[in-house]
């Protein structure tokens, strides 16, 4: 949540951090606000809004003179989305200016104290908190101030900081919120996430937990909370920076569903290797995947989604037992985690708050955690003992879709690869999962190119109240998944229902003409959700079928049909997401909704 971006060097800075931020308003985007040392003073404009509003207030920058600034796009969490929340906070004398990205736990009794110091507060932000608190111990030294200011706050915040007195210098702060620093011969970059500063350098340093930088316009300093200076390594992006790009497309959902076939390509083809499955991140022998007695999958959002799709595909196939949590409700539940229980936590971003407590939750109790991660050199991916990456690219589409897709082929290589070792497959079956795996990407291919008829089916649903959609089985896993990219785009309300368990409640809100989208591919199971198909229909509702080619019996409990190619039972989640995906992009568009970034939500959901 929030977006930071900050420039020291040769250019105007306000520009380079408009650019920035426009690539991570994904990560919030109520209010945004720039803070420019002209030469005399810290200028700070901001706004609530979108970054356009604070664009065009400065005049796309040129408005705010200066070699160094700091920038912020926000994600209101204390004090409502109007200009005076929205970042940078000043101290009283306008000498140190502080963007911030997270949250200060500790800020009501450090206020207090400040208050009582006879510090006046204009905003209702913890952030305020941090520039009186930094001018407080202020003495001249800002480093001696910031690392006392850490000592003194709990809670998690990147900082980007600014002292008139050292016009010179940006200071970057870092625990437990995103942060990275970049160089190159023109200046000097602080950023939430790579994709803001990846047009100006692909040498980029990950900033660990407590470590302050010194940025200067032509190097950096890097320093723990006790002031000692460290050394640290670059990582070199490999990222095409065209990949943070919309590239043509009306928006980056459209083309990051376009890049499904890619994605799950770079995520499967690595760990297929002569005929086998290699996953060697996973870090386990044989012996110790036949000693798993249990995993659990740990996540939030489409992750968790992935996460029940896991669930049964790893039961089917492996034959052993999986629990899927909610990250949130993991963590504060008290988990019994057992000999022999294997954690894996998915993230794209690898920076959700709940997952990675539920992560550390896990290791404090003596388990190794895998991460499922698709961001390199994120928290989870750092801190997890073992990181199986999604090779996605980055994601800017607040509604992800090609690092669910990414997702769901790491879980099934899982399953097969366990499956293989613990005796349940036999080769022919293995042979097969593999030959039918390669497969995918051409027929997520064929299904995107049919967007014309979900389109134009789709338009017919710009109105709609309610959408209810069922399954069985994986098919119900992907009934979640399918609701949930409709209501966060489109707002409308949709829920996801186990077929069988539409009855006992839920079917009571079934009008004339209520779309219910039925995911049928489970054939052993086919003919019990045409049953629910029916009961829907005959209390009026509209329905939309997904199912295999072939099974055109469906014709006769469905009024629209969407057919996906045959592949593996457990795989057809991947096939089709394809089609509910697009109905929901669609939706959305007709409805003349602001697809890549739906109100309230934001994309790195670093809060618990
Ligand atoms: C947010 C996003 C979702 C995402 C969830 C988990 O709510 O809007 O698309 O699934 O966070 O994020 P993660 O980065 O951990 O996968």
Redesign the pocket.
Known sequence: MCGIVGYIGKHAAAPVILDGLSKLEYRGYDSAGMAVFDGKHIQIRKSAGRLKVLEELTHGGATMPGNIGVGHTRWATHGAPSDINSHPHYNAEETIAVVHNGIIENYLPLKEKLVSKGYTFVSDTDTEVLAHLIDYYYKGNPLEAITKVMHRVQGSYALGILFAEHPDQIFAVRKDSPLIVGQNEDGCFIASDVPAILKYTRKVYFIQNQEVVRLRADHMHFYTVDEEEITKEPVTIEWDANAAEKGGYAHFMLKEMYEQPKTVTDTLSPRIKDKDIVIEELGMTEEEIKAIHKIFIV???????AGVTGKYVIEGIARIPVEVDVASEFRYRNPILEEGTMVIV???????AD?LAALRESQQLGHKVLGIV??VGSS?AREADNVMYTWAGPEIA???TK??SAQLIALYLLAIKFGKVRGKLDEVAFYRMLEDLKRLPAQIEMLLANKQRIQRFANRYIGAKDVFFIGRGTDFAISMEGSLKLK?ISYIHSEAYAAGELKHGTISLIEKGTLVAAVVTQDALFQKTLSNMVEVKARGAFVLAVTNEGNTEIEKAADYVIYIPRTNQYFTNSLAIIPLQLFGYYVAVGKGCDVDKPRN?????TVE
């Open positions: 996540a939030c959002g489409s992750a968790y989604h998915i993230s794209q971003s690898g920076e959700t997952t698709n961001v989870i607040v509604a992800t690092a669910y966060e939500l934001a994309k790195s959901v």
